[in-house]
Structure formats: C-alpha cells, structure tokens
C-alpha cells in the first residue's frame, strides 16, 4: 500500500491502533477455516466516525476492506483475500445500555457474545443466541454471520433479536435503523439485509437487541444409545409430536471418544449416539415436557438417561458439546466443520447419508447436529497437505451438500458462506436470485471494496 495513504489512515486512527507490521499482519491472515491471506494493514477503530473516514479513503483509492471480529468464523469469511485493510472491531466493546423495562440492550460490535451473558445473567433476562464460540465470539461477528446455537432451536438465531442497528457504508455514510421497540414497522426492514451479509455491505457499528426473562426452570438430559439411527429417530420424534425443548444436541462414537480423549468429562465411550437434551418453562412445563421426552427415548432404544442433578453437571454436559471443534482439531493438522441444514423430519435419512459418504470416501468423520433444527456439522478430520485426502474430502462435501439439497436443505444453518460455499451456492440459490444479490451489493458498494470475495 503506498505510503501517502498510509499516512492519510495513520492520522486517523494514530499509532496505537495501526499495525503494518509483518508478525501483526499475519495474526490477521486466518480464521477457524483453511485459507490465509496476509493484509496489508490492519486499524483498530474504536468509533463509528473513525471507521467513516476510514472507509472514505478506501473508496476513493479501491482498498479492500475487511472488518473482523474474533475472526473464528470456520468459513473464511474474515480472511482479507484481497489485502488491504482488516478493520479489527475488538476495541468497540462496551455494553452501552441494558434495559430490562423495555426488553433491550445496546452494544458495540466487539463485545464478547459470552460478556454480554454474564451482564444479563445479573438481570434475569438473557440473550438466546449462543454459538458454540460464545466464549469469544464477537456480537458483530454473530450479527454478520447471522449465528446459530444449541438455543436456537426454540429461541431462533442472532436475526431474530436485532431490533436496531448503526451501519456505515462503503460510501463512509453513517445509516441508523430500527430502533429500541419490540415492535417497529417503519421502514424497510434492514436488519436482514445486514444480518447474515458478512462483512461485504457494510460495517456495523451498534446493534440494539431484544433480551428476554429467563425461563423459570430447566432439566437437562443425556440419552444414550447403541444405535446411531436410533437417536437420530428420536430427534424426528421428539419435534414431529410437538415438543420444542430448549436444545436438542446429536453426537456420535467418534466425537464422544474425541471429548473423551480430550477432557476426560465422562461420557460413555461404548456409546454410538448421545443426545443432549434441555428443557426450559415453568416447573409443571418442564416436567410434562421431560416426561415425554423420556418416553420418545425409550421407545427408541435408548440404553441409558442421565440427568443433570446440579448446575455443574449440566456446565459439564454444556462443556462437553462446546468442546467437539476443539477435540477433534487436537487428531490431525486441520478440521473441516460443515453445516449442510435439513427439515427435522430428514435427519435420520441424512445422518445415514453422511455416514455412508464419508466411509466411501475413507474418511475420519465426527458427526454432531443442532439436530431438533436439522442443522448437521460433520467434523472432517484432515491434513491439507495430504493432497489425496483432500480430494476426498472435497468429494464427500459435495456429496454431502447433494444430499442435503435432495431433502430440500440448504448449505449452511448458521455458519455463513465465506469463502468455503461460495462456489457451492448455485446448488441453492438459482441464477436470477443471485444476479439479484450483486444488484444490491453493487447499489451500496459500487467499488466492490467491502470484504471482496465473499458470501455471494
Ligand atoms: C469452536 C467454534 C464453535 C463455533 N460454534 C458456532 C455455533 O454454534 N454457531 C454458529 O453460528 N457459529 C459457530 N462458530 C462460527 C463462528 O464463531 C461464528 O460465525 C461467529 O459469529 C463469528 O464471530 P467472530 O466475532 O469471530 O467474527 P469473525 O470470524 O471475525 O468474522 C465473521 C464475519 O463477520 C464479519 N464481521 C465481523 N464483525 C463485523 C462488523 N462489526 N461489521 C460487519 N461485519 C463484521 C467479518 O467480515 C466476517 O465476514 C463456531 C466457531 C468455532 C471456532
């Protein structure tokens, strides 16, 4: 990048908060997903109007721009592919405002998707959305990758509770919609253009969401089974009569013995299924709800249940699931986690499916699912560098998305398109649709210098 508009961001930002050199370039060249590519700077704004007069400049000399979280997102969607500019959000991190009377709180976009449940725990209201990245997830991040979670399943993911938000533009325009009502029709509904968009429309700068009260009580269960299809057939079950529990978590043999090998929480290594099972409500819902969940179980084979009895036993079970990604990183150099996302009702076909494709192709596979949802993540064990391997990773990934799409899936539930899906995108958006898309990320980013490369 040359060096007069170096001098024309550095006066922005000052010297703290710009870093060109090469050991901090490249701790902002990856993410959780396989590519890397070396910025050539990287700014840590900490306003709105800061990140206005940054994006000024990048527009009028076209330097890609990148905005980034926690930069875990498993699709490459914070990877500067392009070079230019990562802009790090993580010093806009404060907890502007919560307010429980009216049911919302503000934040800026670097704060810590786990932080802001810890605030709202001291309120008796929470924030459903709840990644397996919670811990360092960032708000910003969640929004632009419109993030999912165990909770989701009852709750709905990160689009669902956005009621405002500050945007600025490529153009360096600062935009403000919504606002801080539960209810609010005025206007086109914005939100949805930006939640999910990844970084490639514009950068969020504040985000209003909606809290709600903590439910009154919650049990929580693991059931275990010596036949994978079994627990899979639970899951049809238990959402095809009706019961909506607050999380409803699938793990196979190969990830069990991975948490297990990794940290040793207990878990049954003989078993080929466990479901993770919460329910929350009033105490008589919870307990009605329980007891027919424990009843689709039974029915379908389930060898074992066993109960939480105390909150650490459920952290326990909780951590179990928040470790499969890491676990099964730990066995070879890289892990491929996909997402294909299909009706409740087709999760037994599709586990069958993806246990049959990935044997095919001779290859070490961990199977979880946000399952009550659908939402399937086959963890791909893998080594980049084993070309063969790849291969048939690359194969069994498009089987796998085939698969999906026959039971009228889609590609990703929650974790975004990145750089990883793109080219598998005409499998689920038809040409018109698509042509519709660049129409609109041409109309507010004319120069293309928003995260280039990415989402469509
Ligand atoms: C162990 C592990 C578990 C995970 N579990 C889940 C899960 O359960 N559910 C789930 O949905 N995802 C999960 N993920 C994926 C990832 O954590 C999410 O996609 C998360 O939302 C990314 O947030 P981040 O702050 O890391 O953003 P980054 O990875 O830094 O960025 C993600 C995208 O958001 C854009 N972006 C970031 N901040 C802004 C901003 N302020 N304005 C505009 N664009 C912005 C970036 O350009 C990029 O396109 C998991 C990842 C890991 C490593």
């Not at 890397?36 to 000024?56: H, N, Q």
């Not at 329910?279 to 329980?290: A, N, R, T």
Request: proline share 6%; charged share 25%; hydrophobic share 40%.
């Amino acid at each position: 990048m040359d060096g007069k508009i170096k001098k024309e961001l550095l006066a922005i930002v000052g010297d703290g908060r710009f870093r060109d050199q090469q050991e901090d370039l490249l701790s902002y060249s990856y993410d959780a997903f396989t590519v890397e590519s070396v910025p050539d700077l990287v700014l840590l704004p900490v306003s709105a109007t800061e990140i206005s007069e940054i994006l000024k400049i990048a527009s009028k000399y076209r330097i890609p721009v990148t905005p980034r979280g926690a930069g875990s997102s498993i699709c490459g969607a914070p990877v500067p592919v392009k070079g230019g500019i990562v802009l790090s959000m993580t010093m806009m991190n404060r907890i502007l405002e919560t307010n429980t009377p009216d049911r919302y709180c503000i934040v800026q976009p670097g704060v810590i998707n786990g932080d802001l449940q810890t605030e709202l725990a001291k309120t008796g209201f929470f924030y459903p959305p709840d990644p397996g990245s919670m811990g360092f997830s960032t708000i910003g991040g969640n929004v632009a990758q419109n993030a999912g979670g165990p909770r989701c399943l009852k709750y709905g993911v990160t689009s669902d509770y956005v009621l405002g938000m500050e945007v600025v533009l490529a153009s360096g325009d600062i935009i403000r919609f919504g606002s801080r009502n539960v209810k609010d029709v005025t206007g086109y509904r914005l939100f949805g253009l930006f939640c999910g968009s990844e970084g490639t429309l514009g950068v969020v700068t504040e985000i209003t969401l909606k809290v709600i009260p903590q439910p009154a009580a919650y049990r929580t269960v693991l059931a275990v089974f010596n036949d994978l299809d079994d627990s899979a057939a639970t899951v049809a079950d238990i959402i095809g009569s009706g019961i909506l529990p607050a999380a409803l978590e699938l793990l196979d043999k190969v990830l069990i013995n991975a948490v297990e090998d990794a940290n040793n929480i207990g878990l049954p290594r003989a078993a080929e299924g466990l479901l993770l099972i919460e329910v929350d409500g009033s105490e008589e819902q919870v307990e009605k709800e329980l007891a027919l969940i424990i009843e689709k179980t039974e029915n379908n084979n389930a060898v074992d249940i066993q109960e939480a009895r105390t909150p650490e036993e459920r952290d326990k079970l909780w951590q179990a699931r928040r470790s499969l990604y890491p676990s099964m990183a730990r066995i070879k150099p890289n892990c491929i986690v996909e997402d294909a996302t299909v009706p409740a009702s087709k999760v037994p076909a599709m586990i069958r499916g993806i246990r049959s494709i990935v044997n095919k192709h001779e290859l070490l596979v961990g199977i979880s699912a946000h399952a009550g949802d659908g939402n399937m993540h086959p963890l791909i064990s893998c080594d980049m560098r084993d070309l063969d391997e790849m291969e048939r990773v690359e194969k069994a990934i498009e089987e796998i998305f085939t698969l999906a799409m026959s039971y009228n899936g889609t590609l990703s539930g929650e974790h975004g398109i990145g750089i990883a899906k793109r080219k598998y995108l005409p499998m689920s958006i038809d040409e018109p649709t698509l042509k519709f898309m660049h129409t609109l990320k041409h109309a507010v980013d004319p120069y293309g210098i928003l995260n280039p490369g990415k989402a469509i």
